[in-house]
């Protein structure tokens, strides 16, 4: 079967021992809340009150319903789902000794953060941080959950985002990128995290069909060559580079920040006056964080030419942000 091949290269490529697959990126946060929840009672089954909180941070984004809504941030984004999912607290994303903190309490099941957020601005996560997470999951038994749905398969240079930072997760979600846009979500698990999970106790009505998969072996078998992962790096690099060089010298240009062709323009002012106008001009781009970030985030086979060509589009509709064309 076309999802058992998909899974063993995904588990051949990545820290994993099992993967399981649904339809989005949404729901692949959604079944690792409960693979987390259910990895706790399996471990602790004689535990009174069963080990539930979960840790997200600021500017997180994991998805649009009910489960994953809310894990995002309050700060970003709000739902009047969020009631819905209670035992989910915030901490400001970096913030090094709070999450130690916590964890350390025994209390969480699960911690969720974003090696790069994407949603959030383009903010990348020190390995300071994400080192220390890992640590202090290790010693209170909590699960590391990575959110690679937008900054993983190939975006950042590495196949994974996290493998930047030698950082390795018990949980990671992946979505659409993995099809090529099709819609797929996985969840990658250890086999301890496996383990507690029995069969039929988690299932998705669409998900491992055998076009999708197909579509993911096509697009897994040219993101993970070498030769394909290191022209993202030097393209993003170049990116970067062209970029502050065209822009970087524009009074409302704070900074040009990312990792490969995943990469953020913070500004001092809202964004979405020069996205109407890049538009207008035959750019596509969007806002991130809280409207004053450019998210750049261009096809992974584009050329430098084209990215070249992009920035141009920009330094040519800057003056939209003074209110003028």
């Given amino acids: 079967m076309v999802m058992v091949e998909l899974a063993k290269r995904l588990v051949a490529c990545s820290f994993a021992d ?20 259910k990895f706790q009672r399996f471990s602790n ?43 989910v607290t915030f901490l400001d994303y970096g913030n090094v000794q709070a999450a130690r903190k916590l964890i350390k309490s025994g209390k969480i099941a699960a911690v969720f953060v974003e090696p790069i957020q994407g949603e959030g601005g383009i903010n990348s996560a020190t390995k300071e941080f994400l080192q220390s997470l890992r640590g202090a999951c290790d010693d209170s038994g909590s699960l590391l959950v990575f959110d690679e749905v937008q900054c993983g398969l190939g975006r950042t240079g590495y196949l ?12 990671m979600t992946l979505a659409k990128p993995l099809a090529g ?9 250890t086999e301890k995290v496996a383990a507690s999970m029995k069969y039929g106790e ?23 060559k070498p030769e394909f992962l290191k022209s993202v790096s ?13 822009l970087g010298t524009n009074p ?8 490969g062709l995943i990469v953020g323009v913070e500004l001092d002012v809202s964004a979405s006056p020069l996205v109407d106008a ?8 969007i806002t991130a964080g809280k409207g004053n970030v450019l998210r750049l985030v261009p096809p992974l086979i584009i050329s430098k030419p084209e990215l070249e060509h992009a920035a141009e589009i920009l330094l040519e509709c800057l003056p939209a942000l003074d209110g003028s064309t």
């Fill in 18 to 37: 099992r993967v399981f697959f649904s339809n989005s990126g949404t729901e692949a946060n959604e079944a690792a809340i409960k693979f987390a929840r």
């Fill in 45 to 87: 089954p004689v535990k009174k009150e069963p080990t539930t909180e979960i840790i997200s941070f600021t500017n997180s984004f994991h998805g649009r319903t009910m489960g994953s809504v809310a894990l995002t941030s309050k700060e970003h984004y709000r739902s009047p789902f969020e009631p819905l999912m209670p035992g």
């Fill in 160 to 171: 994974w985002a996290h493998e930047a930072y030698g950082v390795f997760p018990d949980i």
């Fill in 181 to 189: 846009g099709l819609p797929i979500g996985a969840v990658l698990v």
């Fill in 202 to 224: 988690h299932g998705s009505t669409f998900a491992g069909g055998p076009l999708i998969c197909n579509a993911a072996l096509a697009v897994l078998d040219k993101i993970s």
């Fill in 234 to 246: 030097e393209k993003g690099q170049y990116f970067k580079e062209v970029l502050t060089k065209k």
């Fill in 252 to 259: 409302h240009v704070r900074e040009v920040r990312g990792l």
């Fill in 278 to 285: 890049c538009r207008n001009c035959g750019l596509l781009i």
